[in-house]
Structure formats: C-alpha cells, structure tokens
C-alpha cells in the first residue's frame, strides 16, 4: 500500500470523513471525553514521542505532557492544520516509520473505520512501530444493544461496535501483553451521539456543547456500558 511522505509543519483545514460520512467543522464532546481520558494515561508515563493513527484534526495535541513530541497520521482527506508539527498522510495498516519508533500509540476511535477482517494488520502496525516496554491506548465504539441503536452509523453504514473480550483477544494477537479494558460512557454519551451527527449533517452544532463535554467527560471516568477503552504494552 503506497502511503505519501512524511510532512513537516502541515497547514489546512480540518476535513476528517465523519462518523456518518460528513465533515465535522469541530471536536464533539465525546471525542473530547476520550481525549481527556486518554491525555491523564499519557502524563503518567514518560512519552518522548507518541502516534496518534486517525489524528483527525489533531485534537491529542492538547493534553500531551510537556516534553513530548506528537506525530499524526490519517488518510485523505483528513488533516490536523496546525495543530501538529509533524504529521503524514498515510494509511495506519502501512505506517512510513521504522520498527520501535514510538514511546505509545493512540488509537482514537479507528478500528471500526478500517475494512472489516483487517484490523489485526493495524494492530500489528501499531507494534510493529512501537518500542519495547511501550503502551497502546486504544478506544471503540461497545458491543452493546443499545450503544448499536443509537448510533446512526450502525443504521447506515455498518459502524462496527467490539466487545471488551473482543478488543482484548485482538491486541493479544497482535502481540501485545496484559491488556486492560474497560468499558465506560452511558446515557449522556449515548444521547449526544445521534444529536451530534444529525446536527452535523445539516450544518449546525449541538446547543449548550460546554455542559455536554462536562457530563460526557465525567461519564468516561466512570464504569459504564458505551465505549471500550483498552491500554496494553509490548
């Protein structure tokens, strides 16, 4: 798979394929959510350099621990603008990095978007380009009934949903070791999912963003039934 060359110092603006098929014009609350989650893993660990696979429109940058530096990739047409100083396109099943380059890797709501059946060739990548005593944090969409109903993605295109034992079976095959996942996220982060790509779809933005990040945020802290989240190392 031929993948483009690394780039320094990217401009644009943010043109990422959407949960439904469109182009958010912004971060919703619930990617901030699992951004925030995942930036208080990331402080705890010392992280030179980190991958974020589907960066979207950089969004990770801003809960980075001082010191590291965050490389992105995503596939066209999706690009951080300025948020990242060093970013590729590229598809994350062939990443344009040597082996043991990354401290962690991110994946960020991106093993559903991939073909069906080839998610372990991410996976792989992902240890492929990690070094040894490094960490992967990887969050997806929940195997459960109602996550499924409510997500309008499901409806129309699919959008794949894992369960914990799933998520965990697929990173120890890929050669990862002692995954722990968990699954978070509830009824506020169910509700704004529709709301969100409805919104999105005509144009527009969900009323009163501010208190939706804040309840979504605090919800996938907590033990819920929503989103799976996974840390494991190599």
Not at 13 to 40: C, N, Q, S
Request: glycine share 10%; charged share 25%.
């Amino acid at each position: 798979m031929k993948t483009a060359r690394l780039r320094h110092d990217a401009r644009g603006d943010r043109a990422d394929r959407g949960l439904t098929g469109t182009r958010p014009t912004y971060r919703d609350a619930a990617a901030h959510g699992r951004t925030v989650a995942f930036g208080k893993v990331l402080q705890r660990h010392r992280t030179d350099r980190v991958l974020d696979v589907g960066c979207s429109g950089g969004w990770l940058s801003e809960v980075m621990p001082e010191g590291s530096v965050l490389y992105g990739v995503d596939i066209p047409p999706g690009h951080p603008g300025d948020r990242l100083r060093t970013f590729a396109l590229a598809d994350g099943r062939a990443l344009p990095f040597a082996d043991e380059t990354f401290d962690a890797v991110v994946l960020l709501e991106v093993i559903e978007h991939v073909p069906a059946n080839t998610e372990p060739q991410l996976l792989t990548e992902a240890h492929r380009v990690l070094r040894a005593g490094g960490f992967v944090l990887l969050s997806t969409p929940n195997q459960h009934l109602v996550a499924r109903l409510m997500d309008p993605a499901w409806w129309l295109s699919g959008h794949r949903h894992y369960s914990a034992g799933r998520v965990s079976e697929m990173l120890v095959a890929a050669g990862f070791r002692d995954p722990a996942v968990s699954v978070t996220g509830g009824t506020w982060t169910t509700l704004y999912f529709p709301l969100f790509c409805v919104l999105n779809r005509l144009g527009g933005r969900v009323p009163f963003e501010a208190a939706w990040r804040r309840l979504i945020t605090r919800e996938l802290q907590r033990p819920g039934w929503h989103t799976v989240l996974a840390e494991t190392s190599k």
